[in-house]
């Protein structure tokens, strides 16, 4: 965990006037090194990861590290490879985790080696994130236990088998501990983060840069807004996986009781 001072002088700096106006390099350098590690799996939603990559890419001084249990490539959902730079064991000290969601969570919610990195990586890093349904590997790691938090609407209510309090909100903050919805949800989720390390004014500077305006065509990114029958579709076409994950999330809640 960072010292009261680091944050202290991070909150100097992120109240200062001149800060917006300067250089990206002066800025780079105002601050001290922050390491960012995204853990990667076979099965991850390429937008989970993506999403906050690009956000995380962006704030000053910060180093984005792509974690897995080996280097070979990592297929996500829909067969997009992306290549990890560290390993498990070779990854250095975090002050950031974050852990994207996907169907292949589930593959890893009974993986001990991956449950370990996450332990042990949380008891000294600032904060603890999740995308989607990441947040039910950080719960099967017993990192949730007494925190609200939120995940993907099909799933949010598993976050209690693992002694979470489930929130229907797009990004919630309990503590260091900081969760976001499904899929696109990351990305307000990494903005939240940008503010919280670097101010607000940093955060709204790279929401500027990636010109993160959203305006769908259609009001029909949530089963409050979609039409009954899309909702549904949807459920039924999920159903499979969805009973799959919750066998597997009824085992991975079961050891840490």
Same mark, same amino acid.
């Given at each position: #965990?960072?010292?009261?001072?680091?944050?202290?002088?991070?909150?100097?700096?992120?109240? =200062? /006037?001149?800060?917006?106006?300067?250089?990206?390099?002066? *800025?780079?350098?105002?601050?001290?090194?922050?390491?960012?590690?995204?853990?990667?799996?076979?099965?991850?939603?390429? &937008?989970?990861?993506?999403?906050?990559?690009?956000?995380?890419?962006? #704030?000053?001084? $910060?180093?984005?590290?792509?974690?897995?249990?080996?280097?070979?490539?990592?297929? $996500?959902?829909?067969?997009?490879?992306?290549?990890?730079? @560290? $390993?498990?064991?070779?990854?250095?000290? &975090? !002050?950031?985790?974050?852990?994207?969601?996907?169907?292949? *969570?589930? %593959?890893?919610?009974?993986?001990?080696? #991956? &449950?370990?990195?996450?332990?042990?990586?949380?008891? !000294?890093?600032?904060?603890? @994130?999740?995308?989607?349904?990441?947040?039910?590997?950080?719960?099967?790691?017993?990192?949730?236990?007494?925190?609200?938090? $939120? @995940?993907?609407? #099909? *799933?949010?209510?598993?976050?209690?088998?693992?002694?979470?309090?489930?929130?229907?909100?797009?990004? +919630?903050?309990?503590?260091?501990?900081?969760?976001?919805?499904? *899929?696109?949800?990351?990305?307000?989720?990494?903005?939240?983060?940008?503010?919280?390390?670097?101010?607000?004014?940093?955060?709204?500077?790279?929401?500027?840069?990636?010109?993160?305006?959203? %305006?769908?065509?259609?009001?029909?990114?949530?089963?409050?807004?979609?039409?009954?029958?899309?909702?549904? @579709?949807?459920?039924?076409?999920?159903?499979?996986? &969805? =009973?799959?994950?919750?066998?597997? +999330?009824?085992?991975?809640?079961?050891?840490? /009781?």
């Amino acid at each position: #965990m960072r010292s009261s001072a680091w944050s202290a002088g991070v909150h100097r700096l992120q109240e =200062a /006037q001149w800060l917006p106006f300067a250089s990206e390099s002066f *800025v780079s350098s105002a601050y001290q090194p922050v390491n960012v590690g995204i853990l990667l799996f076979d099965g991850v939603t390429q &937008l989970d990861l993506t999403g906050p990559y690009e956000v995380f890419s962006r #704030m000053p001084n $910060t180093h984005v590290h792509l974690i897995a249990v080996s280097l070979a490539p990592v297929r $996500t959902e829909w067969g997009l490879r992306i290549l990890p730079d @560290t $390993t498990l064991e070779d990854a250095p000290q &975090l !002050d950031l985790i974050c852990v994207p969601g996907g169907w292949g *969570v589930d %593959d890893c919610l009974e993986d001990e080696r #991956m &449950l370990g990195f996450l332990r042990a990586r949380a008891a !000294d890093a600032e904060y603890v @994130t999740s995308v989607c349904s990441g947040a039910l590997l950080l719960g099967a790691a017993g990192l949730l236990r007494g925190y609200r938090a $939120t @995940t993907h609407w #099909m *799933v949010r209510d598993l976050l209690a088998s693992f002694g979470a309090e489930p929130v229907h909100d797009r990004v +919630v903050r309990d503590r260091n501990r900081i969760t976001g919805g499904g *899929v696109t949800a990351g990305i307000d989720f990494a903005l939240l983060v940008a503010s919280e390390l670097f101010g607000v004014s940093v955060a709204q500077s790279i929401q500027l840069a990636i010109e993160y305006h959203p %305006d769908p065509p259609f009001d029909s990114g949530s089963p409050q807004h979609a039409p009954a029958d899309i909702v549904r @579709t949807l459920i039924d076409r999920s159903a499979s996986k &969805l =009973a799959r994950r919750r066998a597997i +999330v009824a085992r991975a809640s079961a050891r840490i /009781q």
